[in-house]
């Protein structure tokens, strides 16, 4: 067994570093780093990432295809490395391990504009590499195409849920009290976030084979990977297959949500892509539905009313009002952002 001289997460003590397990691989490993829910392996070969799967098998075999298709035209995303048998996950204790090559460089700062724009430009270029996915992969489970609306209702019906338990507390502690002093102004917000959509051209767009791609889905900026001033993607755990506006979404606002939501940022996240791949009026609609949906209010509230997280509860205070504090400030964004349309 190899021993790491680092203390693990808890999810990263459950897996099992058996030498036996990396011989599968045909690898000699000599030293074990953890990295967030992974580990980097130094081997005989270069150095290598090692994950263990955390969902369905078929989704795995799903991400695997998917970046098969992207890297016919993009191939700055992982590579697997495959078992002595051929095959791209090996079952160990009945666990399913995969290992892929370490993408060499540094994680992006969306705080430096540099790397902002080299993301932006690079994500464009990924998803003008997958346009025709939704014709070549067809796996319901990891596709969302034409779902969003309906997933908007839910989760406005689920914080409507959440207010009507906190109001039941009678000894109401600093989250709840948070909680209830903004729920009916992001109860509004999701209210208007759907019905932009649904006066939007959402569904017909969906039908549309260039503007349904591979979404990352999780754009972090420590799973994107600056190289020779090129974007490189990682963690594909997420993945989904949908509209490119929907992963704009995500990337935008992990990147102006801690930077006081200054609409000049997105201005050049939007330039820099569309010098690669187009974004139409409609779609820009679609965009400006999605982002006006508080997504963070409601994680934060979901992972508190359903212990979702095993967090302490200043840990969940502290984080409710870093998400509720700028409220005014992702409110002018927003007017701004329906400007830019």
Request: proline share 1%.
């Amino acid at each position: 067994m190899i021993q790491s001289k680092y203390d693990c997460h808890e999810d990263l003590c459950a897996y099992d570093l058996d030498v036996n397990l990396f011989e599968r691989f045909g690898l000699y490993v000599y030293e074990v780093v953890p990295i967030r829910k992974a580990f980097i392996l130094c081997t005989d070969k270069g150095n290598k990432i090692l994950k263990k799967v955390s969902y369905p098998l078929e989704e795995l075999t799903f991400i695997y295809n998917s970046l098969n298709y992207i890297n016919k035209n993009f191939n700055r995303t992982i590579s697997f490395v495959k078992t002595l048998e051929g095959d791209i996950y090996t079952l160990w204790n009945d666990e399913v391990y995969f290992i892929m090559d370490l993408v060499k460089g540094r994680e992006s700062e969306f705080s430096n504009p540099i790397d902002l724009k080299i993301t932006s430009k690079s994500l464009a270029q990924f998803h003008k590499a997958g346009e025709g996915i939704n014709s070549y992969i067809n796996f319901k489970n990891r596709n969302s195409c034409g779902a969003f609306i309906d997933n908007l209702k839910r989760k406005k019906e689920e914080i409507i849920f959440f207010k009507s338990i906190s109001k039941l507390y009678e000894d109401k502690n600093e989250f709840d009290q948070m909680f209830l002093e903004n729920v009916d102004h992001n109860i509004y917000e999701a209210q208007k976030s759907i019905s932009i959509l649904e006066n939007s051209k959402y569904y017909e767009i969906c039908n549309s084979k260039e503007k349904v791609v591979l979404c990352h889905h999780d754009l972090a900026h420590h799973n994107v990977i600056i190289k020779a001033n090129k974007g490189y993607f990682i963690d594909f755990d997420y993945s989904i297959i949908d509209l490119k506006v929907h992963d704009l979404c995500n990337y935008i606002t992990k990147a102006v949500k801690n930077s006081g939501y200054h609409i000049e940022k997105v201005k050049d996240i939007l330039d820099e892509y569309v010098k690669i791949n187009n974004i139409d009026q409609d779609e820009m609609e679609v965009l400006y539905g999605m982002l006006t949906f508080p997504e963070d209010f409601y994680s934060i509230s979901r992972d508190y009313y359903t212990k979702r997280k095993d967090w302490s509860l200043d840990t969940f205070i502290n984080r409710i009002d870093k998400k509720t504090c700028l409220s005014q400030e992702r409110s002018d964004f927003l007017f701004e952002f329906e400007k830019l349309i």
